[in-house]
Every structure is written in structure tokens, then in C-alpha cells.
């Protein structure tokens, strides 16, 4: 195995003394799993912040087997964790694409729409320019998961974006929030729902 691409950093785990396991969204090859060595120390600690766009090398020896990768960044999104709003919605999206996703499995559509979100969400003025985007990219994960036809929280994605007022916007994201829970997220130990559980109570805060 040996690929250069873009990605998404999504998690960044420390395994060992120096080492980090990354999961790293791409385009054609899904969410990939990689050990970065080095990635605790001062150099790649800055760059090792989910929500940051990197272009990485991986390589391993055996199909099957995790791969080595070496990171470089691209675009930093660490600017915008010092704000509270915008910190909560990278940190839960991020969570919840490295959680949900399986490995190896390639979703173009989750790729670039998480690549908008991101971006949205570091380019609007308020969250009122991204939540309904974000309520958006849960509902196609549910859908590319297999969950939106039987669980899809009845929530229109385009009809949020297309202009909804604030209420709608809170309620679809309270609904998708259950499919989440109860079908994406079961299985996971993880404490993954309690970020987005902070992102709800900042953005219950927000006047209609």
C-alpha cells in the first residue's frame, strides 16, 4: 500500500511513548486508520488537531495491515477553536465522521460535505449560517449509512438549507440527534454524543 492524498484530519489518538494513531478522511479512499510517529512531538502536535486539512503519505507493507503515514498540513483550522461555537461544531462533526465511517470504505458525497461544513463553519458570521448545514451532514450520514429510509428523523436536509427559521433548524437537529444515538452511535463507548450534546446547549442559547 502506498498513497499520497488529501485528507481530513478527524481523530488523533496517542499510542505509545511519541506516537499517534490519526484517522484521516479522504475523498477516494474513505477513512483511513495511520500511525503517525513523531506525532505527540512539538512539530506535528499543530498540525495532529481534527478539523485540520493535511495531505498525507501512507505506507504498509501488507494489505490489511494499519500503515505509517507522514502529514503535512494544508489548511489550519486551529484559529477557530479559540472560539466556543465554532470549537464545538468541529470537535462534534469530527467525532462523529471518525466514529461513525468504517474503514476503507470510500463516500465522495460525505467528503465533500464535511469539506463544506468545515468550512462554513469557519467562514460564517454566526451559527445561524452553519447549523442547518450541519443538521444537513447528519442526515447524509444516516442515508449513506443505510439508516435514512427507516430512520431518517424526518428531517429535509435541502429544506433546512434552503432557509428554515430557527426553531425548524433546532428541532431537525434534536430529531437526527436521536437516529444518531439510537443507530449510528450504539455501539460506541466512546462518550461521542456528549460533544454533541455541548453543542446543543450553546446553540439552545441562541434567540430564535
Request: hydrophobic share 50%.
Amino acid at each position: 500500500m502506498h498513497i499520497r492524498t488529501q485528507a481530513i484530519l478527524c481523530a488523533a489518538r496517542p499510542h505509545g511513548e511519541v506516537g499517534v494513531i490519526a484517522r484521516l478522511m479522504t475523498g477516494g479512499h474513505g477513512m483511513i486508520a495511520a500511525y503517525v510517529s513523531g506525532g505527540r512531538g512539538r512539530a506535528l502536535r499543530p498540525v495532529l488537531i481534527p478539523g485540520n486539512g493535511v495531505e498525507a503519505e501512507l505506507r504498509a507493507r501488507v494489505e490489511g495491515q494499519m500503515p505509517a503515514a507522514r502529514i503535512e498540513l494544508t489548511h489550519s483550522r486551529a484559529p477557530f477553536l479559540a472560539e466556543p461555537l465554532p470549537a464545538a461544531a468541529i470537535g462534534w462533526i469530527c467525532a462523529l465522521t471518525a466514529t461513525a465511517l468504517p474503514e476503507r470504505h470510500a463516500y465522495p458525497s460525505i467528503h465533500a460535505a464535511l469539506l463544506a461544513l468545515l468550512d462554513a463553519v469557519c467562514s460564517a458570521p454566526s451559527a445561524r449560517g452553519w447549523a442547518p448545514g450541519l443538521v444537513a451532514y447528519e442526515a447524509l450520514v444516516l442515508r449513506e449509512l443505510g439508516y435514512g429510509a427507516r430512520f431518517g428523523a424526518g428531517v429535509d436536509g435541502q429544506r433546512l438549507l434552503a432557509g428554515a427559521d430557527w426553531a425548524e433548524v433546532l428541532d431537525g437537529f434534536d430529531r437526527v440527534g436521536v437516529a444518531l444515538a439510537r443507530y449510528v452511535l450504539a455501539d460506541h463507548r466512546q462518550d461521542v454524543m456528549g460533544a454533541r450534546e455541548r453543542l446543543r446547549a450553546r446553540l439552545g442559547k441562541i434567540e430564535p
